[in-house]
């Protein structure tokens, strides 16, 4: 275990943070801020992203979302808070917008390098993910047969990740709320639930996401926002813990960078990765479904993913517990006793309920990704069901497994999975660029000329 926290330690404490920063602020001035700088363009390419037919963007987002909103909104905020304290908010939150332009470019290659197939209907599907990408896209800069054994490693790790982040994380935190049941009975209950979803194939698991996550979300943020408008008057002291803590300093021989701020960026980007999934790979398999206009239109959904998630759901999560200041409590526990402090028992309830249902979603969906990821190497239907009853196991084996091992295996994985994924997109990033320079500069070129005739105008008047 010691070992294993070490290795974790430089890879989330160290690689982590500099690859995905860094490659997140190279891509943004790749794609020249366009998310920020045209918000209004934005918005218009997310409202006519559906080309019509198959799986809607806004369904493939739902699908998304249900593997990112959930336990990493509440869980693992507490547990980022808990372990590098408030200022592990700030690094979830710039983590989130070097990660939206990841996102953006892994969605968009996604989107290019996915492939088409028939239903029984004879109606065409689409479907891909990131190791379609890196097999393909890759191969042009580190040949054929290195690019098909990294996708190939990446697919396991897509497929462990689903079994262990995705469901052992996720029942781990339901059977923590659900305390007044056996622990291995809850499992065994959402076991059954996912096998009910998953059993109906992607479409089942579309309509099932699109319904629940976004009333599921509209709740949980009329909760918090109700709690931070009727203690207003503490909301600045919890954004001044954030910012302070975020660049405390502890003297250690002449003042280098000191423990606070290591634990407090390790711990904020990883669990930011962890809840809204940017840079790791697993998010593309879901939008590669899309019947998308392009992988630009795409890549916009993606951008609205992270900050939907981290921004949005994340800060609310993080002001309210900061503002409770509990102490002796972690993870779930910490996060129902917070709102519960401010609600009273209908607030832990409203959380509590949340966490059930956001993580049977996410189990859902991260089980979607595992079969896709087995798909890629064409594994019989024999085989998916073997791994559709090892996940079901997966639930009984999460809703007791001890909280320390479990988020030992998590970072590890997701630390991994975000190196190779991101480093990829990186290198990819010219054809990223390339693609939508061309699909978009007339667009930015009418622009300009009219605001350079509105500038002109103004200095006439």
């Known amino acids: 275990m010691q070992l294993f926290e070490k290795i974790n330690s430089v890879l989330s404490g160290v690689a982590l943070p500099v690859i995905l920063i860094s490659v997140g602020i190279y891509l943004a001035v790749k794609l020249r801020f366009f998310y920020l700088l045209h918000p209004i363009r934005f918005a218009k390419d997310l409202k006519s992203a559906a080309k019509g037919g198959g799986t809607s963007p806004a369904k493939a987002l739902s699908i998304a979302l249900a593997g990112t909103l959930g336990v990493g909104n509440i869980s693992g905020v507490a547990a980022a808070i808990c372990a590098g304290g408030a200022g592990a908010v700030f690094w979830m939150w710039i983590s989130a917008f070097a990660a939206m332009s990841v996102k953006y470019a892994e969605v968009y290659l996604a989107v290019k390098y996915r492939r088409r197939k028939k239903d029984k209907s004879g109606k065409e599907e689409f479907y891909g993910g990131a190791m379609y990408y890196i097999k393909e896209g890759m191969s042009a800069h580190i040949g054929k047969k290195a690019s098909s054994l990294l996708a190939a490693v990446f697919a396991v790790l897509l497929a462990v990740n689903s079994v262990v ?63 931070i408008f009727t203690n207003i008057s503490e909301v600045p002291t919890a954004f001044e813990k954030i910012i302070g803590g975020a660049f405390s300093l502890k003297a250690a021989g002449g003042g280098v960078l000191g423990l606070g701020v290591s634990r407090a960026v390790r711990f904020g980007v990883t669990r930011g990765i962890f809840s809204n999934e940017a840079g790791c790979g697993t998010a593309p398999t879901s939008h590669a479904s899309a019947n998308t206009k392009s992988p630009h239109h795409q890549g916009c959904f993606g951008i609205f993913e992270v900050f939907c998630d981290t921004v949005v759901l994340c800060t609310m999560t993080a002001v309210v517990i900061i503002m409770a200041d509990l102490k002796n409590l972690d993870g779930i526990p910490l996060s129902v006793a917070s709102f519960g402090l401010f609600c009273g028992r209908a607030g832990e309830y409203i959380i509590g309920g949340s966490v059930v249902v956001f993580a049977l979603a996410t189990i859902i969906c991260q089980e979607y990704y595992g079969i896709e990821a087995l798909g890629y190497f064409g594994a019989s239907k024999a085989a998916r069901n073997i791994y559709i009853a090892l996940s079901f196991c997966a639930t009984l084996v999460g809703s007791v497994i001890s909280d320390g091992a479990m988020w030992l295996a998590a970072d590890f994985v997701i630390a991994v999975m975000t190196v190779i994924n991101t480093l990829c997109v990186f290198v990819m990033s010219d054809e990223i660029k390339r693609e939508y320079k061309g699909k978009n500069g007339k667009k930015e070129n009418k622009e300009n000329k009219e605001n350079k005739e509105k500038n002109k105008e103004a200095r006439r008047i």
């Open 165 to 227: 982040t995705g469901n052992i994380v996720q029942i781990n935190a339901v059977s923590s709320v659900c305390a007044a049941f056996p622990r291995i009975l809850c499992g065994a209950a959402v076991g059954l639930c996912v096998l009910a979803v998953v059993a109906g194939g992607a479409k089942r698991i579309g309509d099932f996401t699109f319904l629940v996550i976004p009333f599921l979300s509209a709740v949980y943020i009329a909760l918090s926002l109700y709690i």
